[in-house]
């Protein structure tokens, strides 16, 4: 009988001390409840809090799950918690350094399937189900969006809405993206479209390294598949400060564009 395919699902994570555990622990049970192949990978963006101690004791732990008190069947879930340790701060780098990882894995086969959520689990973790289903029925990428018809958000902050939306406005504008959501913190793909993706895609660190992808993934004529999503922000006021977050994109923006007229041709042109 195959295998089934494992998911790897990256955190990045900064000083995460207070949330990293319960994030971890609450996707595990998950995951092994519904007998989901997957390995967690904790990427740190360079904590100086006591976020490591804690990546490695949450690594150990799942490494040595008593099979005495736990069924066989969910054993057979193989699922595995992993840390990597970076020096330098951006969820982009720590994107692509997983990704990367993943590719060039020593110990075992790289998994067939990769993609990010953020350590709060803003994103509810159930919705893992049918972005894994999905994921083995060939769907090559599949994303949350808190802006479709059926999404829920909850506590979102007017920063983040403001940022969110006038981000999202400013690509259909400019770039004539047809997805919705841009933003959202839950993006899952097939790990040799995600190593396809990063081939084309700048080397930026910034948050805006996870919206590339997609912006590319659509000019190169690849499918995106959106799910709405319940989505749960915390009640802490957001840090965000909006005027440099659009300057920040909006030069990206810019200079994608200039980008897709020299380097990339999509599929049906080439």
């Known amino acids: 009988m195959p295998k089934a395919p494992v998911l790897n699902i990256i955190f990045p994570v900064l000083n995460e001390e207070k949330r990293l555990a319960a994030g971890i622990d609450k996707a595990a ?9 997957c390995i967690l990978t904790i990427v740190d963006n360079g904590s100086s ?9 949450l690594c150990a732990r799942y490494a040595s799950l008593d099979s005495s008190k736990v069924d066989s069947a969910i054993l057979e879930s193989k699922l595995k918690v992993e840390y990597l340790r970076l020096e330098k701060r951006g969820v982009g780098l720590a994107l692509r350094s997983a990704i990367n990882h993943n590719a060039t894995r020593k110990d ?3 998994c067939a ?25 060939s769907t090559q990428i599949i994303v949350g969006s808190r802006l479709l018809k059926g999404a829920k958000v909850i506590g ?10 006038g981000l ?3 690509l259909h504008a400019v770039l004539k993206v047809r997805f919705s959501d841009a933003m959202c913190g839950f993006k899952f793909y097939h790990a040799s479209t995600a190593e396809l993706l990063k081939s084309h895609c700048s080397d ?12 590319v993934a659509e000019h190169l004529g690849l499918s995106i598949t959106e799910i709405p999503i319940r ?40």
Not at 234 to 249: D, F, G, M, Q, W
Not at 252 to 257: A, D, M, V
Request: overall charge neutral.
């Open 108 to 110: 075992q086969e790289p």
């Open 156 to 165: 979102r902050s007017l920063k983040r809405e403001i940022c969110s939306r």
């Open 29 to 37: 049970a998950f995951l092994l409840q519904e007998q989901i192949p």
């Open 204 to 215: 930026d660190d910034g948050w805006f390294y996870c919206a590339q992808m997609l912006i």
């Open 49 to 57: 809090d006591r976020t490591p101690e804690i990546a490695k004791h």
């Open 168 to 170: 999202n406005a400013v």
């Open 231 to 270: 989505w749960a922000d915390e009640a802490t006021e957001s840090k965000v400060k909006i005027l440099p977050l659009a300057r920040t994109y909006l030069r990206e923006i810019w200079r994608l564009r200039s980008r897709f007229k020299a380097e990339i041709q999509p599929r049906d042109k080439a």
């Open 113 to 137: 399937f990769i993609g990010y959520m953020d350590i709060d689990l803003s994103t509810d973790i159930k919705h893992i189900k049918e972005v894994y289903t999905a994921l083995c029925a």
